[in-house]
Structures are given as C-alpha cells and as structure tokens.
C-alpha cells in the first residue's frame, strides 16, 4: 500500500538532547512537509521540501532541522534549542505542483520532553 | 498574510442531528480550500476539496461549498454518527503567500452522542 510512515510513533527525549523524527514516503511525491500540532492549536508548517535537496524554512523552524537527501526520506531533527519541543509532529508529503496541490499525512509521532 | 478562522469547539451533538462547522478565510489572490479530519491519536486525512468560487465539495456525506463573496467554506453533514467523533480543519493553500503550503485553522473538535 502506498502511503506516508513515521517513526517512532511515541519519542521520549531528555532535555539537551538532540532528537531525530522519520518520515518516509512510497507515493513518489515529490514535495513534503513538516508540521508541529499543539493541544488545541492547528498545524504550523516547521520546514518543507518542494525537490531532493532542497528544502526552505517554514513558520516555526528555530530548533529544529532537516534534510532531503532522498525523495522517498524528509527526517526532522529536533535540537536543544527547541525551547519546549514536547507536541504531536506530522509529516505530509504532496505531488508538488503547486496550487491546489493536496497534501497527504502520516500517522504522526508525539515527542515528549522529560 | 492568508488566515482561516474556524468556529470554536467543542460541538456536541446527538447522532443523527445536523452538522454545521463554520470556516471563513482571508486571502490574497484566489486560494483552493480544503477541509481535513484528524481521529484521536492519528494523522489528518482529506475530507474534502473545493478549488475555485462556487465549487462544491463532497465526500462521506460531508458538504462544503466555496463561496468567493462571504470568503467562507462552511462544512455540513445532514445526520451525524457517533462515528463522526473527531477534530475538523478548515486550511487554505495556493495563493501567493503560501505556494503548495496549507495555512489551518484551530480546528474544531465534535463530539457526537449516541
């Protein structure tokens, strides 16, 4: 089945560290996205990619980073100058043409500071 | 910048009653709308598309019809179920400010009762 999969589904991350968010696709889109979601709040674009090797910030990006060395793979690094990094992360993957371009999301993974 | 604006939650209905989630949005230029759903503990799935004035989409009974002069994508069900539990997000994409990027609401959370 085609489709977009995250890993770990829950992540449990000590302050100071680092962390790493998978995200793979098998849909042959060739845009994706990272997204943040708060209780209560809707989704805020962190980073996107529109092409492998590219990628721009979103609304949200201090803290964190990303690369796009592959076009199936956007991995999302959580850093220790993300202040309060603990939220529900969903990635979303698009054909990339644009408007009206529908995006597609995975199953997203909860991150939690301890 | 473009903005969507939802009704705020939660709704809470008893099954079979009607639905309305109100959304209405600002933006530059002529953008496609899109209402998604989120179910506990999961990612957003389409729910529904429109792309230019007068469209109207439709999906699991679900309606919302793009209307240009009220800059406004209301989405109605006419009988809910319990089933219909969730959290609704009213986004825009595909105008100057946010090529291929979705701007969300808050969403808003339904809670349907037997």
């Known amino acids: 089945d085609g489709g977009i999969t995250q890993s770990p589904k829950y992540l449990f991350r000590k302050e100071g560290q680092n962390v790493t968010l998978s995200c793979e696709q098998n849909?042959?889109?060739?845009?994706m996205y990272w997204y943040r979601q708060d209780p209560g709040q809707g989704l805020r674009l962190i980073y996107y990619s529109q092409i492998v090797n590219d990628f721009q910030k979103g609304d949200i990006a201090e803290g964190y980073s990303v690369s796009r060395e592959k076009k199936e793979s956007f991995p999302l690094t959580v850093t220790s100058a993300q202040k309060n990094p603990t939220a529900f992360y969903l990635c979303a993957s698009s054909m990339g043409q644009g408007f009206s371009d529908t995006q597609y999301f995975g199953p997203g993974t909860r991150l939690t500071v301890l | 910048g473009d903005s969507v604006t939802q009704m705020e939650g939660p709704v809470t209905l008893s099954e079979e009653a009607f639905l309305t989630i109100n959304c209405t949005y600002t933006a530059t230029g002529y953008p496609s709308l899109f209402w998604y759903v989120q179910y506990p503990g999961e990612g957003l799935q389409l729910l529904l598309k429109a792309t230019k004035a007068d469209d109207k989409g439709s999906n699991k009974g679900f309606e919302a019809t793009y209307r240009k002069e009220t800059t406004s994508f209301h989405l109605e069900k006419g009988s809910v179920q319990v089933s219909d539990s969730a959290v609704y997000f009213c986004a825009l994409s595909g105008t100057t400010d946010s090529w291929g990027k979705l701007q969300f609401g808050a969403g808003t959370q339904v809670v349907v009762t037997p």
């Open positions: 849909l042959n889109h060739d845009a």
